[in-house]
């Protein structure tokens, strides 16, 4: 096998994904643009969507990361409308755009129709939440679009298998259907369940940070292969196990959480890069497996589906928003006041991503010996009903969030909790601190001490200062004056070490743990600094 073809594919993607940071384009419709001029240079290699290598290889780890950074509390909090979009959502876009379709294009079965509207039904798990997090969307619609994300790849595959099952005439009822769905989704939280316990528990007892980081990159496959080993979902299980761990993270050793940080930021990166550039580049291949369908004829079926997608996607999400608060007092009791505003974001923020086309790729070419129908058509509006998605609400979401003048997220108002937070627990450590101090066992000369409580002061002050002025000379707080001067300090004891070690005073192995010791005061200063 060549690897240079997926060496060049992560190289490049990673690249674009890299210049995208500085400018105000997102990454993923960078990467999608780039795929798609690329798909066409000559001698770009042929890059086909293989779904046995997407859908159990590629999605469980991107799943992971995104459940690992979402918040537990505040996706219990919201369940009813992340409920009511990944999964309730989801079913009616299978429906709706399914019969639409059907009515649009003639001779697609209803059936056929049905596995292309299951297939477009989820948006993507990563380039909606990226959207949102970039441009500052307040706190609650956030939630909701990354918990809908999470969960809505496992409620389309089921509803694909139930819709695939009937087109290649297996009879399934609904009864039938709706029996799948339940065991794949009471089977995938229960794998998920059952796992999470004790996975949190090994790695607890793991005192080797590397181990634990082994374990760490196995958990996803693990978890969504042992689902899927039952018939359950995979895409569940993932999601649980990794909400789990998130919430107890801090029962992990410190050096596990940095290393394995930097192991998933990593990991996503190039995963997420590599996709989206994947997408662009399944132009080719969909436009030559048209077959008998002309290119004007399925250009304009592609723009119906589309535009069916979009306004299913805005007939659900405004009734979903104030029908249970108009119908229940406790709905609205419980949850904030909804503005006209959060639903119109929330229906335009319907990009599809790559399990799109993976699961349509996986659709079988025959059936019972017999082709199956419109296959390649329905290949072809996923990949651009995705692009269309990615493209057109990617580029103008921005514009419409400052149109209608979401108010962001209130940094002041956070800092402020911050800075509360941290004073609370300063306290209960120089408390602490002073116990300890008064034991003879844990006596220490008065400079040592007083270093101690001076690291307390200095962090308790930290926060305080943020909202404080700043240098009139370079606009810096007192803190980001300290923290840079740290740095410089570091980097000058960093070159005397290299020196050191040229010139045969010390050696190699000498330096690398000197120099690991600044490399770990310097990352607490680098993680202080981005924290503010």
């Not at 190039?270 to 580049?281: M, P, Q, Y």
Request: net charge neutral.
């Amino acid at each position: 096998m060549d690897a240079l073809p997926l060496v060049a594919l992560v190289a490049v993607s990673a690249a674009i994904a890299g210049v995208a940071r500085r400018t105000p384009v997102p990454a993923p419709l960078l990467l999608v643009a780039a795929g798609l001029a690329a798909s066409y240079v000559p001698g770009v290699p042929d890059y086909t969507l293989d779904p046995h290598i997407v859908l159990p290889l590629v999605l469980p780890p991107l799943l992971h990361t995104a459940a690992l950074d979402s918040s537990y509390l505040d996706l219990r909090a919201n369940v009813r409308p992340v409920a009511l979009l990944s999964v309730g959502y989801v079913l009616f876009a299978t429906l709706a755009v399914g019969y639409l379709a059907h009515l649009m294009v003639p001779d697609l079965p209803l059936t056929a129709a049905l596995v292309l509207g299951a297939v477009v039904a989820p948006p993507d798990a990563v380039a909606a939440t990226a959207i949102a997090r970039r441009l500052g969307l307040p706190g609650r619609i956030t939630t909701i679009l990354q918990g809908e994300s999470l969960v809505n790849d496992a409620t389309a595959i089921t509803a694909y298998k139930v819709a695939l099952a009937a087109a290649v005439g297996e009879g399934i009822s609904w009864a039938g259907g709706i029996g799948e769905f339940a065991l794949a989704a009471v089977g995938g939280i229960g794998v998920g369940l059952v796992l999470m316990v004790p996975i949190h528990w090994l790695r607890r007892c793991l005192r080797e940070p590397l181990l634990q980081n082994t374990l760490s990159l196995l958990i996803p496959f693990v978890a969504y292969a042992a689902a899927e080993r039952v018939h359950a979902s995979g895409v569940l299980a993932v999601v649980v196990v990794a909400l789990y761990l998130g919430h107890r993270a801090w029962q992990v050793d410190f050096a596990t959480r940095l290393q394995e940080e930097a192991v998933w930021k990593m990991v996503a990166f190039v995963l997420e890069s590599a996709v989206f550039a994947l997408i662009g580049l399944q132009l080719p291949h969909v436009v030559r497996e048209l077959g008998t369908y002309g290119t004007g004829e399925a250009a304009l079926y592609a723009v119906g589906v589309f535009a069916a997608v979009v306004v299913v996607r805005f007939v659900w999400v405004f009734p979903a928003t104030y029908l249970p608060r108009a119908l229940s007092r406790r709905v609205r009791e419980r949850e904030p006041g909804v503005d006209w505003t959060a639903p119109v974001i929330v229906g335009w923020a319907g990009m599809r991503g790559v399990v799109s086309l993976a699961i349509a790729f996986s659709i079988p070419v025959t059936t019972a010996g017999e082709a199956f129908p419109a296959r390649n058509l329905v290949l072809f509006l996923t990949f651009t009903t995705v692009i269309g998605t990615l493209v057109v609400q990617g580029l103008s979401l921005p514009p419409l969030i400052r149109a209608l003048k979401v108010p962001g997220r209130d940094v002041q108002a956070e800092t402020l909790a911050e800075a509360q937070a941290q004073n609370e627990a300063s306290r209960a450590a120089e408390q602490r601190l002073e116990e300890l101090l008064g034991d003879e066992r844990n006596t220490l000369p008065g400079p040592l001490a007083g270093r101690l409580r001076a690291v307390l002061e200095r962090r308790r002050n930290a926060v305080w200062e943020r909202l404080g002025a700043a240098n009139p000379v370079t606009g810096e707080s007192a803190d980001d004056t300290y923290r840079r001067l740290a740095r410089e300090m570091i980097a000058a004891e960093r070159e005397v070490f290299v020196r050191l070690r040229d010139e045969r005073h010390i050696d190699d192995e000498m330096m690398r743990t000197l120099l690991r010791r600044l490399d770990l005061e310097e990352a607490a200063a680098y993680r202080e600094a981005a924290d503010g």
